[in-house]
């Protein structure tokens, strides 16, 4: 226990490349990828494919409503929150990678709930 300290001290330095690569791609391939919608893309093809009934793509798009699911989008969005924290001060170019993620989650998350998702639930009040 009292060497916990020093045992810290130098190994969490000395991965902070690491986590500074994994910002990075998941910034710019992860919000790529989002923003380019490319798993769903290739789902809605394979369904309509797939679809022995001949149903329209617009059934198929009835059946498959596209929602926001915080359940896959906060855990990423923490992991990267929490890397940004805990190496701001000893890699300080990590503040500017933790930056420009969530600068880029911003414009496409954004995007993506005004123009891609539906809302899976309606108040009507």
């Known amino acids: ?11 969490i330095p000395a991965v902070a490349g690491y986590f500074t690569q994994i ?39 009835e059946r498959h409503i596209v929602s926001i699911s915080p359940g896959e989008l906060y855990p990423g969005l923490l992991l990267i929150t929490m890397l940004g924290l805990t190496y ?15 600068l880029l989650a911003f414009i496409v998350y954004k995007h993506n709930v005004l123009y891609m998702y539906c809302p899976e639930y309606e108040g009507g009040g």
Do not use: H, W
């Open 23 to 61: 910002v990075l791609i998941n910034g710019l391939m992860g919000m790529g990828m989002e923003l380019s919608r490319v798993v769903p893309l290739i789902m809605a093809n394979l369904l309509s494919y797939l679809d022995k009934k001949g149903a329209s793509i617009r059934k198929l798009q």
């Open 88 to 102: 701001a001060i000893i890699v300080p170019f990590m503040s500017c990678c933790t930056t420009l993620f969530f």
């Open 1 to 11: 226990p009292a060497c916990i300290f020093a045992l810290l001290g130098s190994a």
